[in-house]
T-cell receptor, first 111, second 111 residues
Framework: ELKVEQNPLFLSMQEGKNYTIYCNYS?????LYWYRQDPGKSLESLFV?????AVKQEGRLMASLDTKARLSTLHITAAVHDLSATYFC???????????FGEGTQLTVNP | DAEITQSPRHKITETGRQVTLACHQT?????MFWYRQDLGHGLRLIHY???????NKGEVSDGYSVSRSNTEDLPLTLESAASSQTSVYFC??????????FGPGTRLTVT
C-alpha cells in the first residue's frame, strides 16, 4: 500500500524567509503532483513532476523530484503572505492518474 | 471554456437517506475520480472510472457507489448516509498522461 508523508504538517514562517516542505512516498513512482488549497476552496495544480531529477519553478516556489530517494521537495523562497495556504503532494503509483495524497502542509506566512 | 462542476455545493441530509452528488465535466476526459477530504487524512480516493461503463473501487469505497453512462458525468451515491460520511467531496477528471483537474467540492453533512 502506497504511503505518502509530508512534513512538516504545520509551518509558520516570517515573510522574506526560505523554507522547504518534504514529501516522502513508500513505493516506486515517477509521477508526483503538488497542489495548493486555500480555505474553503478546491485544489489548484502547482506542479507535475514526471521523471527523476525533474525540477520546476513558478515564482517563489520550486519543486523537485528524486525518484530513487522517493522524495519530493517544495522550496519556498522569500515567502510572502499570499503564499499562506495548505500544500499537498500526491503520488500517481500506476500512471493511471489515481492519486494518493499526503496529509497536507498548512503554511502561514506572517508579516 | 471547459470546466468541471459539482452539485449541490452544500447538502445536509439525515442518517439512512440515499444521497447522490453530481459531477459533470466538459473536458471530454476519459478518467474521472471521486475523493473525500477530512482533517488529518488529506484526500482519499473513493471510486474512479477510466471510461463509459467502467467503474472501480478506491481506498474508501464502502457505502458509496458510482455509475458511468456517458463521458461527462460520474455521479456518486451514498446508499444509506452515515455520520462518518460527513466530509467534503471532490470530483476530478483527467487523462492518463497528465494532470488532474478538480471540481469546486461538495460539503456534505449527515445528521
Amino acid at each position: 500500500e502506497l504511503k505518502v508523508e509530508q512534513n512538516p504538517l504545520f509551518l509558520s514562517m516570517q515573510e522574506g524567509k526560505n523554507y522547504t516542505i518534504y514529501c516522502n512516498y513508500s513505493t516506486t513512482s515517477d509521477r508526483l503532483y503538488w497542489y495548493r488549497q486555500d480555505p474553503g476552496k478546491s485544489l489548484e495544480s502547482l506542479f507535475v513532476l514526471l521523471s527523476n531529477g525533474a525540477v520546476k519553478q513558478e515564482g517563489r516556489l520550486m519543486a523537485s523530484l528524486d525518484t530513487k530517494a522517493r522524495l519530493s521537495t517544495l522550496h519556498i523562497t522569500a515567502a510572502v503572505h499570499d503564499l499562506s495556504a495548505t500544500y499537498f503532494c500526491a503520488v500517481d503509483e500506476t500512471s493511471g492518474s489515481r492519486l494518493t495524497f499526503g496529509e497536507g502542509t498548512q503554511l502561514t506566512v506572517n508579516p | 471554456d471547459a470546466e468541471i462542476t459539482q452539485s449541490p455545493r452544500h447538502k445536509i441530509t439525515e442518517t439512512g437517506r440515499q444521497v447522490t452528488l453530481a459531477c459533470h465535466q466538459t473536458w471530454n476526459h476519459n478518467n474521472m475520480f471521486w475523493y473525500r477530504q477530512d482533517l488529518g487524512h488529506g484526500l482519499r480516493l473513493i471510486h474512479y472510472s477510466y471510461g463509459v461503463q467502467d467503474t472501480n473501487k478506491g481506498e474508501v469505497s464502502d457505502g458509496y457507489s458510482v455509475s458511468r453512462s456517458n463521458t461527462e458525468d460520474l455521479p456518486l451515491t451514498l446508499e444509506s448516509a452515515a455520520s462518518s460520511q460527513t466530509s467534503v467531496y471532490f470530483c476530478a477528471s483527467g487523462t492518463s498522461s497528465y494532470e488532474q483537474y478538480f471540481g469546486p467540492g461538495t460539503r456534505l453533512t449527515v445528521t
